[in-house]
């Protein structure tokens, strides 16, 4: 068991390096984030249609010592405050991990605080305790670029995956949709806005609510592709907007639809949504509606849903308060982490 779990007050400076965010947030008591920085990197990959690893990487190397400062700065601490160094140590892009995580074992080093790796999909989940007084066990819909899942959160540290994705994450999804329609990187909200242009014109491929329950997005995506060479083979327009609005009706619905289904099966009505497409407002609707049948809803603020430290400092915490031990000095990073 770990020197703080009995602590009153526990503040956690965090860093998140996983993918194209470089970030650093002082949260305390895993409810109240004290500041909270993210250097994105968008604009430098949008010109390549997406995410490029090694460039990532180098990147998180020239910001992170500087967004580390800023974090510090805008909350008001100095190393004295601070309790513990927390860091998203898998899942993600190898490279790009591990200039936080050795930058994370660097400062714990240096100033003597114990460190936490942290998962990027528990971070992701954790984004919902911030500002809320949200508590297990709960239900949460995972639906980021890398993931799509149904959880059922046991405990702070302890998920059980009840539903997931037979291929595409939701968000990878999105962004493979916006490249065949010729929107830039990132794909979710390019296609949020261009679909509220358009109509729901184009049934795509739906999965079954059978016995077994999962998520899948090759099927939605192909329908799309070959739309877009059929209509291109008889020299038609392209209709962008609807394919939008119908492309994200049919991916949004599955999420819904999957999560409500679980929810009534296991008779659990707190329900939670986490990761990047969490942020889309035509899922939020969605979910929303489920309140009428009883459900309590849970989604993060909308600048919590993407990539940040924030959400990997309120993981920590509780991590922390279940009297994990302290991670070694020699954590390493990992490119996946299983959901449990």
């Not at 968000?171 to 806005?193: C, H, M, S, T």
Request: hydrophobic share 45%; aromatic share 6%.
């Amino acid at each position: 068991m770990n020197s703080l779990c009995e602590k009153q007050n526990i503040t956690v400076l965090a860093i998140e390096s996983s993918c194209d965010e470089t970030a650093c947030a002082v949260v305390k008591n895993g409810r109240e984030v004290l500041s909270n920085v993210v250097a994105t990197q968008i604009e430098i990959h949008r010109r390549f249609g997406g995410v490029v690893p090694e460039i990532a990487s180098r990147n998180h190397t020239l910001a992170i010592e500087n967004v580390v400062k800023e974090a510090m700065q805008k909350a008001g601490v100095t190393k004295e405050d601070i309790d513990a160094v927390a860091v998203t140590y898998g899942a993600g892009l190898l490279g790009a991990l591990l200039v936080g995580v050795n930058f994370a074992k660097a400062l714990a080093f240096a100033w003597g605080k114990p460190l936490f790796g942290v998962s990027h999909i528990k971070g992701h989940i954790a984004a919902n305790y911030i500002g809320s007084d949200l508590k297990p066990p709960y239900l949460c819909l995972l639906a980021s670029g890398g993931h799509t899942a149904v959880v059922k959160v046991e405990d702070f540290d302890k998920l059980t995956a009840i539903a997931t994705s037979r291929d595409d994450a939701a968000g990878e999804a999105f962004d493979k949709v916006a490249r065949v329609l010729g929107l830039p990187y990132p794909g979710g909200p390019e296609i949020q806005k261009l679909a509220e242009q358009g109509r729901v014109a184009f049934e795509m491929p739906k999965v079954k609510l059978g016995e077994e329950l999962y998520f899948s997005y090759s099927g939605i995506k192909t329908f799309v592709i070959n739309l877009a060479h059929k209509l291109e083979q008889q020299g038609a327009p392209l209709p962008k907007a609807d394919i939008a609005a119908s492309f994200q009706e049919a991916a949004v619905g599955q999420l819904a639809d999957v999560t409500a289904e679980i929810s009534r099966r296991l008779g659990i009505k707190k329900i939670a949504i986490a990761g990047g497409v969490s942020a889309n407002a035509l899922l939020r609707s969605r979910f929303d509606e489920m309140r009428k049948n009883g459900c309590e809803i849970f989604y993060p603020k909308l600048c919590y849903c993407t990539d940040n430290a924030a959400m990997i400092g309120a993981a920590a915490y509780f991590l922390i308060r279940s009297g994990a031990e302290e991670s070694p000095l020699s954590l390493d990073a990992k490119a996946t982490v299983p959901l449990e």
